[in-house]
């Protein structure tokens, strides 16, 4: 059973960066594609930014490209979401999760993590 927790969320002002990390436990996380999503209040959960895991190919949302950057370390059993240039558009709950890269994370294969709040103040 894996166990996804997110963390690194926080209050920041428009402009700022911030840093999420997805730490798995109970398993690797080796072999699957993982992306970060988020979800606002009233809002459906969205796909921010995906990794897959043989090529490290990196997929973004329009919102977030150029402003967000996935990466994983394969030796931690980590993700990270390092997010620059924050908007207030940009405020939710952040999870991680894997799944299929090739159709956008449609399904996600873990159960879902309590995620981290991110607030952008304008």
């Known amino acids: 059973q894996v166990q996804l927790a997110e963390s690194g969320g926080g209050l920041v002002q428009a402009g700022g960066s911030l840093r999420l990390s997805c730490a798995a436990s109970g398993r690797t996380l080796s072999g699957y594609a993982m992306g970060w999503f988020r979800q606002a209040p009233g809002k459906e959960r969205e796909l921010v930014a995906g990794?897959?895991?043989?090529?490290?190919?990196?997929y973004y949302a329009d919102s977030t490209k150029g402003r967000f950057t996935i990466s994983r370390d394969h030796a931690k059993n980590t993700v990270y979401l390092q997010m620059d240039s924050l908007k207030p558009e940009d405020t939710a709950v952040y999870y991680c999760?894997?799944?299929?890269?090739?159709?956008?994370?449609?399904?996600?294969?873990?159960?879902w993590g309590q995620g981290t709040q991110v607030t952008v103040s304008s």
């Open positions: 990794i897959a895991w043989v090529s490290d190919a990196t």
């Open positions: 999760n894997a799944g299929v890269f090739a159709s956008r994370f449609q399904s996600a294969f873990f159960s």
